[in-house]
């Protein structure tokens, strides 16, 4: 099928085979019904722009939330987030049972928190990323997205490579025993103001709903059936992993895009752009429709098209990213703690500290905002390789708080 990342420059372009996850879920039994459409392209075109927004797809829409999407609500209460936006969607409006999606940082994470579905970003090399659109190859991975964890469970086993011991649907266990867990702050884990447009009853809510320390329900319940809940823990933020006054993350993310992007384009069967300056092109030459308002840059193309560094240079950057997410970071935390996971609220920045340390994330849906109904949940971050014990937490969480909520529009359906 053709394969855009929402790109019209890449309307027409094939690839040679499918890519390996896919001929993966089909030798499982699975059926295809479609591709779904995303942040052009994976959200690492420009820089504040509106999500779930692609050039081929259009704005993709929350089912949750009724009316357009605020302009100056980039990746707030009015939007359904991204990047794998459609992913996300789809499931919460019942055009498919489940759904493959990718995160570089926060693509799984952030649509599901507005999808009020279950997902696991996996462990760094479990599931076989060939012939997927690339980001990078030290932060993307490929994961499901389920109503269900036993579904999520089940789409694990057939798109894992190596995962070596028992089928992940063995972990589904509902029980929070043995399971010992930290919190953080919501009120320092959450998305700044130039994100999410400030709505005052829709941020405190959000606030008394996560905030283990008030009148969080589901957190009561939590420190009465883990084994240890450590509250508001200092994990080490995202602003602290930095080199030399540069985001790590960042220059690791433009080096490995420029280069992955332009092997993936020369390597397309049939595709009239062969690399990252010609799509830079193209998207000039074509603004009324690739850079509409709203969607009016591709800072971030050009800031890659422009970054050269020596191998020295990525080295350090490289290096300094589990120094500071592991070592200095979610290691620290789990042992100083005594704990195996850590939870905060979906909206936030733990995404980033899971990609920079190259650690599996999942997300859990939690309630919904009074203000306009849209879903928010939290995300679960633990040790790379310990994607079963992330099931493990998702199956007892499940089994512990209410089912998700249908759409408004599907309710009785």
């Not at 190596?162 to 919190?183: C, H, R």
């Not at 953080?184 to 709903?209: G, L, M, Q, R, Y």
């Not at 939590?222 to 240890?228: M, P, V, Y």
Request: with cysteine.
């Amino acid at each position: 099928m053709r394969t855009t990342a929402g790109s019209l420059a890449l309307f027409d372009s094939r690839p040679t085979r499918n890519a390996k996850i896919v001929d993966m879920l089909i030798q499982a039994g699975a059926m295809v019904l479609g591709q779904a459409n995303l942040s052009e392209p994976s959200n690492y075109r420009g820089i504040m722009m509106l999500i779930g927004w692609s050039a081929v797809g259009g704005q993709a829409q929350s089912a949750y939330v009724r009316g357009c999407l605020d302009p100056r609500d980039k990746v707030g209460h009015s939007s359904p987030s991204g990047s794998s936006t459609g992913s996300a969607v789809a499931v919460s409006a019942g055009y498919a049972p489940i759904s493959i999606g990718t995160e570089t940082d926060g693509s799984l994470t952030c649509p599901t928190g507005r999808a009020a579905l279950y997902i696991l970003k996996p462990t760094i090399g479990l599931v076989p990323q060939a012939g997927i659109v690339p980001v990078s190859k030290n932060f993307d991975s490929a994961g499901p997205l389920t109503k269900t964890v036993y579904d999520l469970a089940v789409l694990l086993d057939a798109i894992s490579e190596n995962k070596g011991g028992e089928s992940f649907t063995s972990y589904l266990t509902a029980s929070w025993d043995g399971i010992s867990v930290a919190t953080v702050d919501p009120e320092v884990w959450k998305f700044p103001d130039c994100f999410i447009k400030p709505v005052p009853e829709a941020t405190e809510h959000i606030i008394s709903s996560l905030s283990n320390r008030e009148i969080c329900d589901a957190y009561r319940k939590i420190k009465t059936l883990a084994k240890h809940v450590a509250d508001d823990v200092p994990l080490i933020t995202k602003d602290k992993i930095t080199l030399g006054g540069e985001d790590s993350e960042m220059v690791i993310t433009r080096a490995d895009l420029k280069a992955e992007l332009n092997h993936y384009l020369r390597e397309l069967e049939e595709s009239t752009f062969r690399s990252l300056p010609q799509l830079i092109e193209f998207n000039f030459k074509h603004a009324e429709r690739e850079l509409p308002p709203d969607h009016d840059n591709q800072d971030f193309l050009l800031a890659t098209e422009d970054q050269h560094i020596s191998e020295e240079q990525y080295c350090a950057h490289f290096d300094n990213m589990p120094y500071r997410s592991r070592d200095k970071g979610v290691d620290f935390i789990l042992e100083k703690h005594n704990v195996d996971v850590i939870i905060g609220p979906s909206d936030d920045f733990l995404s980033s500290i899971a990609a920079c340390a190259g650690y599996p994330i999942a997300q859990a849906p939690l309630s919904y905002l009074e203000y306009n109904e849209r879903p928010f949940g939290v995300s679960i971050l633990a040790k790379a390789g310990q994607d079963a014990l992330l099931v493990k937490v998702l199956s007892a969480w499940e089994a512990t708080f209410p089912r998700r909520r249908s759409p408004p529009l599907l309710e009785g359906e």
